[in-house]
C-alpha cells in the first residue's frame, strides 16, 4: 500500500472518529457559551460601561413602554426629550429584542433577561458558523473549530457592551451559507431565507456593520460571477480539446 493510501485511510478515520451528530455540537456550543458567560448568567457579574449606561436603560423603556402596548417614538427621559423610535440602535423591531417585554416587572426589565439575550447570541454565532463549515465541506471539528473561534473572537467579545454589533455578526454566517446555495443551485427559497434572516438582523440597528456584511455580499456575488465564468470557459475549452481529437 502506497503511503498515500495510508495517509488517506488515516485521515478518513480520523474524520469518522470526530463526525458528532449536530445535536452533540449543540450541547458543546452551550456548554462553551455557560463556561465564558458564566458570572454573569450566576449573577457575580454584569457587563460594563455602554451596557450600563445606554443599552439597559434604553432597552429597558423600550420594552416597559411595549408592555403597555404602546410603541415609543418619544424618549422624554434623555435630554429633556428626544426622539427614540427614530434611533437606529435602540434597535426596536429586532424581533428578539421584543421579546424582552416578557421580562418586565414592576415597570423595570429585568437585567439578567438583557444579559442573557446577548449571551445566547453567542450560541447563535457558533450555530451559524458551524452549518456555514458544513455547507462549505468542511469536516465536522473543522466547523466546530471555526465557531467556536468566530463566536469568541476578539470582535464578539469586546463589543458585547454594543449588542447590536454582535446580533448582526451572530447571524451572518448563516446569510452567508443561504446566499451561496442561493447562487450555487439557483434556489430561490435560499434566497428568501438569506433575505429574511439579513433583513431581520438589520432591525438590531447597527448601520457600520450593514455597510460592511452588504459590501461582503456584493463582493462574494462579484467573485460567484466571475468563478463561474471562468468555470464555464475551462470547461469549454475541455469540450473543444476532445471534439478535436
Known sequence: MSKNKVTNTTKKSIQKVFEIPLWGWLIFFAFTTLIMFWQQL??????????????????????????????????????????????MQVGFFYPMNRLLTLFVSDGQLSIWALQFLVIIHFFIAQLSMYLLGRELKLSSIASATAAVSFAFSFLLVLH??????????????????????????????????????????????????????????????????????????????????HSSI
Open 42 to 87: 450566576t449573577g457575580d457579574a454584569f457587563f460594563w460601561e455602554d451596557f450600563a449606561e445606554y443599552i439597559y436603560p434604553s432597552q429597558s423603556f423600550a420594552a416597559t413602554e411595549s408592555a403597555k402596548g404602546i410603541i415609543p417614538f418619544w424618549n422624554p427621559f434623555t435630554f429633556n426629550g428626544m426622539p427614540f423610535l427614530a434611533d
Open 160 to 241: 458585547v457592551i454594543h449588542p447590536m454589533i454582535v446580533y448582526m455578526l451572530s447571524w451572518f454566517p448563516l446569510v452567508i451559507m443561504f446566499t451561496l446555495r442561493a447562487l450555487d443551485n439557483n434556489d430561490m427559497r435560499s434566497g428568501i431565507f438569506a433575505g429574511l434572516i439579513f433583513g431581520g438582523s438589520m432591525l438590531a440597528g447597527h448601520p457600520q456593520i450593514t455597510l460592511y456584511e452588504i459590501f461582503f455580499l456584493g463582493l462574494l456575488f462579484l467573485w460567484k460571477i466571475i468563478f463561474d465564468i471562468k468555470d464555464k470557459k475551462g470547461n469549454l475549452r475541455i469540450n473543444l480539446h
